[in-house]
């Protein structure tokens, strides 16, 4: 039975809501509480999500978990090299007994939809998401078609050096607003992990504790969350900071400091604050920016990780004092 909240506790309790969702996805997902807690985040702010891992880590258990979390239409779309844009979009299918050609919606028309190996497909397929992600929207034969709200996108990807995967594009990445990881469990989880699945596929018996409309509230109220300038301005010095990086290439642009922002809003609100502070700013950093930022070529292939040239730049970078008074 669907688990239902009052307005009221909505807006005066969150955190209690958000642990119930937590606790929910954790019965599928063992011993990766700060990759649940941040897709959770994720979706409080309306985010898109790439989790990026090997094969057989739990990325896909993750996605369905959280999907069967939510009372929201859910799709699943597995990517391969022979996919075309329209087997996702959908496409306009002529009635022979009017003349006149009909849409017929492609998987995307979900507001969770899960896209399995994301990487494993051809840039023509990615390119056909991009609308979708940005817009709300895709556009076929000319007619664009809205796509139901709340509409997440929650994509999974393997490594690049792993067989038959296709490099994701900049403008692709830039769609996401959390970029994910799992990695391997710690055994003590894993024995735990084996009991749990000798018993039951825990993640087929979760039932949903927020319902659709409750999802839009709690995004409406996550962007209500009071950032003070001085975070915004310590935001732009992170961004300017590795615009001029010698270790990238590509820095933190408009749009990302507009994301990290978005996140930081989100942890705060997860962590039942109505305002931001610098510490929400770190925690999602590289999980806001990573994906985003290209390193340098002599840097990339010298093996150094974008994740701590930005740890670098955060503690280098003075951390301001903030005032709470505008979000109590």
Not at 15 to 35: D, H, N, Q, T, W
Not at 117 to 123: D, F, H, I, K, V
Not at 223 to 244: G, M, N, P, Q
Not at 307 to 319: G, M, N
Request: hydrophobic share 45%; glycine share 6%.
């Amino acid at each position: 039975m669907t688990y239902r909240q009052d307005s009221r506790r909505l807006y005066e309790e969150p955190e209690v809501l958000i642990e119930r969702i937590l606790a929910s996805v954790e019965k599928a997902v063992v011993g990766k509480r700060e990759a649940v807690e941040a897709a959770v985040v994720g979706l409080l702010c309306g985010g898109h999500l790439l989790l990026e891992d090997l094969p057989g880590v739990g990325k896909t258990t993750l996605v369905r978990a959280l999907a069967r979390t939510l009372d929201c239409s859910f799709r699943r779309i597995q990517f391969t090299p022979d996919l075309l844009p329209s087997d996702v979009t959908g496409v306009s299918v002529f009635d022979s007994s009017n003349g006149t050609f009909a849409f017929r919606e492609g998987p995307l028309f979900a507001s969770v939809v899960l896209a399995d190996e994301l990487n494993r497909t051809p840039a023509k397929v990615q390119a056909a998401l991009l609308e979708a992600m940005e817009e709300g929207q895709v556009t076929v034969d000319g007619t664009s078609h809205r796509l139901p709200a709340p509409f997440l996108l929650l994509a999974t990807q393997n490594p690049a050096d792993c067989e038959g995967t296709y490099r994701l594009p900049e403008a692709l990445l830039d769609r996401f607003l959390l970029r994910i990881r799992l990695g391997y469990p710690s055994p003590e989880r894993e024995v735990e992990m084996l009991g749990r699945h000798a018993d039951s596929r825990a993640g087929d018996l979760l039932r949903p504790v927020l319902l659709r409309e409750e999802l839009l509230l709690l995004q409406r109220e996550v962007r209500r969350v009071h950032a003070d300038d001085s975070v915004k301005r310590y935001i732009v010095r992170l961004a300017e900071e590795t615009r001029r990086h010698p270790a990238f290439s590509l820095g933190a642009s408009p749009r990302a400091t507009l994301a990290l922002l978005l996140a930081a809003q989100g942890q705060a609100f997860a962590d039942g604050r109505r305002y931001v502070v610098p510490d929400d700013v770190k925690a999602m950093l590289d999980k806001v920016w990573a994906h985003r930022i290209r390193p340098a070529a002599e840097v990339r292939f010298g093996g150094a990780q974008t994740e701590a040239v930005l740890q670098d730049i955060v503690r280098r970078v003075p951390v301001p004092g903030i005032s709470r008074a505008a979000g109590e």
